[in-house]
């Protein structure tokens, strides 16, 4: 994974956004030292998308069967209890 400095990924943007797009590299960029941004491939993108999206289906199935053990807590007790 390559790293560059802001002032040079601004200078090279086209150069960074290709090496991402057809070198498949993913490039992280840093100011002052610090990363604060990468370019990735558009693959790797959808990737991570697809993860998050798994990872809140689960978290929502969790809450479904929480819900089926448990019961619900009406939507006008919750309100209530937080003082609205």
Do not use: C
Not at 18 to 42: D, F, T
Not at 47 to 76: H, N, Q, S, Y
Request: hydrophobic letters at 45%.
């Amino acid at each position: 994974m390559a790293h560059l400095p802001a002032s040079k990924a601004r200078q090279g943007f086209a150069d960074t956004i290709n090496r991402a797009a057809y070198g498949k590299e993913r490039v992280v960029v840093r100011r002052r030292g610090k990363e604060i941004a990468a370019v990735v491939p558009i693959d790797d993108l959808r990737l991570l998308e697809e993860l998050e999206d798994r990872i809140d289906l689960a978290d929502a199935r969790a809450a479904l069967a929480e819900i089926k053990k448990k019961g619900a807590t009406p939507f006008d007790k919750i309100l209530k209890d937080i003082g609205l």
